[in-house]
Every structure is written in C-alpha cells, then in structure tokens.
C-alpha cells in the first residue's frame, strides 16, 4: 500500500509550473479538437477548471499499518489522504472518495482482488499533487451499499466521487470508473480502461492521470524506470500477496494476523523479490510480537528484521523499507531511529495514517508529551474509521495519561476498548484514569472484569507494552502500575 507525498505548493507555484509543462499539451490537444462545439466544451472546462484552481488546495494524505493501512501498491507501495468537513462547510474543489469498486468477473475466488485494487488505485490518486483524497479503509464502508454519491459527498466532506467496476479476465484487467459531482449528482468524467494485469501497478498510474485532468491538477508521476511485467511465478506471488493484505485490512485482530502472516510466507516462498510479500511479513510478523498474537514473539521479532533486511537489499529507500527498519527500531527502543524512519515515511508520503500513528507513539517513547496528541489526531482526520481507529484511540489515551490529563484519558480508553476488544492495554489505562479520577468504584469493576479474562495478568506486565526508559515516560507509566496495584492487580 502506498502512501503519498508531492511537495506542497502554492497556489502561485502550482500555476507556474502547469502553465510551463502545459503549454504544449494544451496546443497539442487543441488542435486534436475537430469541431466547433468540441472546442467550445474545451475552453468551458478551461475556464472552470481555472476558477477551481484558485480554491483552498489541501495537500492529501492517504494506508498500514494497517495497524495501512496500508494502501499497498504492488511492487510500489502508498496510502490515501482524507478530510472531515464541519457540517455545512464547502466541499473542497480537489477532495475526492473513490468507493469499493464492484467485481464483475465471470468467475469469482474472493474478494481480496478488487479489495487491493482499490487500495491501490486510491493510493495512487493520492500521489497527486494537492488533490485530497478519503482513505480506503473509510471508503470501505460504503462497500456493498447502494449509496446516493450526494450522500457519500455529504457524509464525507468531498466534492467528487469516483465509483465503477473491475472485471478480471485471464490476463486482463477492465476497469469501468465515473467520477460524479457530489453537488449535483452529475457525471463528471467516465472512462474504461483494459490493463495487463502483469503490468498492473504501472497501469493504474495511467488511470489516475485522466482524473487529475479532470480536476485541473498538475500530475504527478513517480520517477523512475517502469518495473518489467512480472514473470509467472512473480504474478502467482503477487496474488498471494494482495490476498494477504486483504487479509490484513479487514482489522487488527490476532486471526487476521496469522492468517495474513501465512499468505505472506508463501508469496515470499514463490517470489523472494516481492516487495508487497516482504512489506506483509515485516508488518504481519511486527504486529504479531507487539501485541504477543504469535505463539513465539522472539521467532516474529526475529524474522520481522529479517524482512526488513530482505527489503533494504530490494528497494532501501521504499515506504516498505521504512516501514520495516522503524517498526525494528521500535523493538530495540531506538526511539530516535525509528523516528528518523517515521519522519522520512510522511516527508514522501503525507498522506499515510498509521505512520502519523507510529509517530505519535514514537514521540511518547522520547518523552516528547506535548507534540504526541496532534500527530494522532490527524491519522484519523485521514482514515476517521480505519480497522486501526482503535489503537490510534489507544495511543491516544497513553498519551493523555502521560499528561497527567485523566479524564480524557479513561474516555479514549473506553473508546479503544468498545472498536478492539483484543488489545491489552486500553481497560488497563481506563481503570488507571478512573482511579486517578476519582472514580474508584468504577475502576475497580474494569479491573475486575479484566483479570476475569486474563487472570495471569499482573501490573507489572504493563512494562511489556509501555517499554521506554526515558525519565518522564517511566514516570507516567509507574503511575499507572501503582494505580493498578491499589485497585487489587497484583
């Protein structure tokens, strides 16, 4: 999955640099034009395009973690960028949501390809220069719906949204996409496209670049030689591989994990060079010894830096990469590496929710307080009802019990609590909150209910999850022991 991130610009730059790199297609398609009315309906759209140019453009952020998110590309990687508009407040003219594409392929073995394909083809939208575009993992919950896009534009807070169709035969790939004007519920745009489907991810650059047309944006292409069609056994590989991160985004659970996990390992096992296979077992394999979902944390904390050297070698400076080499880091408690990894994540790719998340708990591990709230709160501006929210929710009460800020703590926590029952640490912090609080008897019932469940638990373990040394973060979290020690935990 991929993130995105084209340098921000201003409006004064944008125009400088599409009135240099445009004059000559602009001259190119004029003369392509044949009738009068054709060229009437160009100089129209000119001049709209031109009045929404000089609306507010809103750089994009687009997903892993998930737990990405991620929006994965293939042998690429990049997420999605999304925004909550106040009720009432004007959708921006570059905000867009593209909905779960519908499968119409004559012969169906899951949905795990259409589900990849739209992250992909979302993440790759994203890449475009000032465009915003709603996370895959929101859009998602209008799959199987059959929603008004006035609606879906409301609810969201975009002006445009992009629906259609994928149908997948042999080696090809057709895509069928409209784009509607979410004010009037007007088609803007539609197009059909057939794609190789061994040539995929080069294929879905070529169908962001109409959509950005169609919103007067300067495209964005990634640098680079084109990757050569994939091979059989890498096509076979790829599969695996895009089913393993459908696998993954259906939420942070510990089947999910395994079961991801699983489908990783074998694509790896078909093609070694697979960067989508190998970001999958760093991210699975890191997830799965975080939160002790896999039967030996040391074998997963083992072989998730294993992946990421298996990924240095093959892209060093990929999101993969990156990803892989902070989530190593942040077991070893190399805060600042980690952060260093983090920060290059979001320099390229702004628009990836869960590295905003890692950020944010990186920057609790280095006691850095009082920056760790806003990093949290702008993953889920970004993916407002991402499978991860939960967690985000999580760090977020860490963050507030840090602060010593309690009763915004014990409420995040609960919150975390109600979207991922499985995660250890939300009942914990909330019952801390609460005792901290004032609110003893109630504290105690969470606990209570906690040791009911998992009754080998003892405070200390919370060590396990809230590991920095750091003075002021080892404060906070003996704050918490004491809190749980007084409330019965032993």
């Known amino acids: 999955m991929r993130p995105e991130r084209g340098d921000r610009t201003t409006g004064a730059d944008s125009a400088g640099v599409a009135k240099a790199t445009s004059a000559a297609w602009w001259r190119r398609a004029w003369n392509g034009l044949h009738s009068r009315f054709a060229r009437q309906i160009a100089v129209a759209a000119v001049v709209l395009g031109g009045l929404a140019a000089t609306g507010h453009f809103v750089g994009g952020m687009i997903g892993w973690w998930h737990a990405y998110e991620i929006t994965f590309g293939g042998h690429k990687s990049a997420p999605a960028p999304t925004a909550v508009r106040a009720p009432g407040a004007r959708a921006d003219a570059q905000s867009l949501v593209l909905l779960p594409l519908v499968d119409e392929s004559e012969i ?36 199987g719906k059959a929603a008004d896009p006035r609606d879906v534009a409301k609810d969201l807070g975009v002006r445009y949204v992009v629906r259609g169709s994928a149908r997948r035969s042999g080696d090809r790939v057709r895509l069928d996409l409209e784009m509607v004007d979410g004010d009037s519920g007007m088609q803007a745009w539609s197009q059909r496209f057939d794609l190789e489907r061994n040539r995929l991810d080069d294929g879905l650059g070529d169908v962001a670049l109409p959509l950005a047309r169609s919103l007067n944006l300067q495209t964005y292409r990634s640098s680079g030689k084109k990757a050569a069609a994939l091979a059989p056994h890498e096509l076979q590989a790829d599969d695996l591989a895009m089913q393993g991160w459908a696998v993954f ?17 074998e694509a790896v096992g078909r093609d070694p060079r697979s960067t989508r296979a190998w970001g999958g077992v760093a991210v699975a394999s890191g997830s799965g010894a975080m939160f ?20 240095r070698q093959l892209d060093e400076n990929g999101f993969f990469s990156r990803m892989a080499s902070a989530g190593v880091a942040t077991r070893k408690r190399d805060w600042e590496t980690a ?3 983090a920060d290059a994540i979001l320099e390229q790719f702004p628009s990836h929710a869960p590295s905003h998340a890692l950020r944010a708990g990186l920057l609790m591990n280095l006691g850095r307080f009082d920056e760790c709230l806003e990093p949290l709160k702008q993953a889920l501006r970004i993916s407002p009802r991402d499978p991860q ?11 507030h019990f840090l602060r010593a800020e309690y009763p915004q703590a014990a409420e995040f926590a609960r919150i975390a609590t109600q979207a991922t029952p499985e995660l250890p640490m939300p009942p914990l ?11 003893v008897d109630e504290a105690r019932k969470v606990v209570a209910e906690y040791r009911s469940r998992t009754p080998n638990f003892e405070a200390s373990h919370v060590q396990r999850f809230w590991t920095s ?4 973060f080892a404060e906070g979290r003996q704050r918490l022991i004491d809190s749980l020690r007084e409330l019965g935990m032993p």
């Open 108 to 143: 169906r073995d899951g949905e795990w390809f259409v589900d990849v394909l739209t992250s992909d083809l979302t993440a790759e939208i994203g890449r475009l220069p000032g465009a915003l575009v709603i996370s895959r993992d929101t859009a998602r919950t209008y799959k």
């Open 249 to 265: 985004l259906r939420g942070l659970t510990p089947e999910n994990v395994r079961e991801s996990l699983r489908l990783f390992e």
């Open 292 to 311: 002790g979902w896999l039967p030996d944390r040391d074998a997963a904390s083992r072989r998730q830096q294993q992946a990421a050297e298996q990924l």
């Open 339 to 341: 952060l260093s990894n």
């Open 389 to 399: 929210a939960g967690f985000w929710n999580a760090l977020i009460a860490q963050c």
């Open 429 to 439: 912090t909330n019952a801390a909150a609460l005792h901290r609080n004032g609110k």
């Open 469 to 472: 040394a750091e003075p002021r």
